[in-house]
DNA sequence: TTATATAGAACAAATTCAGTCCTATTGCTG
DNA sequence: CAGCAATAGGACTGAATTTGTTCTATATAA
């Protein structure tokens, strides 16, 4: 149905709500405080926090008083960049993903060259949304045609 | 994964293996012809056939000789009407699919209304290439940044 | 009347996903 | 230094979805 994980769409969300607390890059909240705040069960904020931070959009700080902080800026980091890490490449179809040659009907198949156009398009919508972007409420994003 | 189901994406491949026939509208072909020439099994083919019949993409002609053949012009046929059909309606999140209200948190949510945007470009991204464009071998999709 | 082809529903197997839990490791703090 | 707080990483289970098949009924051409 061409529908994200869940796991992803936590994951945006996740992401969205520590953009917004508006906080210093260094400054870290904890997995209990983010599940409360987005309403998500704590072990799922838990497994999606400690994949962004292996992905490298997050950095994390061990022991009492630590947590998770953004990697960069929130002007820096896509909406592709959170799915990619969570849900793997993004590709409407395998043979958008698949190394070349993978797929037997490669040569004579009459949709692979316009998926590869399609899934370039979405590729684009993904990646030209930033998570700054996403959270600031005066952007003008809404109401473009 | 953001990946369409393989139904769908076999239908894709159907209805332009069809296309490419560029029989007359009325001309049929049935289901196990286009099993072979499709590299698909063919009761999975039937299954789809009659799911587009149903969604009114295709016409059926029982009986000997019979078979299948578009509804309309391939020009007027776009990869949304196929994937809608075979996958139900195209979203890539719970929220811009469900009915207004069906999210406790929709009022607060951070990213309802940015998933909104991506979604309507990647809606248009599908509903913007059709059959016909995708089997001209011609077109100048392929060429566009 | 018979053979051919689709209609539609029901079904079984397989894959994937969501969510939880457990143990190890790190680092603050008294 | 001892104990607590927090993340790291993996394993595991249950559920949901998807895939692909099969069976019976119906229509139609020869």
Do not use: F
Not at 49 to 58: D, I, M, V
Not at 93 to 108: I, K, N, Q, W
């Amino acid at each position: 149905m061409i529908r994200m994980s869940k796991l992803a769409d936590y994951g945006v969300v996740i992401m969205a709500t520590m953009a917004r607390e508006r906080q210093p890059l260094d400054a870290t909240v904890n997995a209990r405080d983010l599940s409360e705040k987005a309403h998500i069960p704590l072990p799922t904020v838990g497994k999606i926090l400690k994949a962004l931070c292996r992905g490298g959009l997050l950095v994390s700080h061990r022991g009492p008083r630590g947590g998770y902080a953004l990697a960069r800026l929130a002007s820096e980091i896509t909406v592709l960049d959170i799915i990619s890490i969570l849900d793997g490449p993004v590709g409407l179809t395998d043979c958008t993903v698949a190394p070349l040659g993978a797929c037997e009907m490669e040569a004579t198949c009459p949709v692979r060259s316009p998926w590869h156009m399609i899934n370039r398009r979405v590729l684009d919508a993904l990646r030209g949304l930033t998570l700054h972007e996403m959270i600031d409420s005066t952007n003008i994003l809404d109401k473009r045609p």
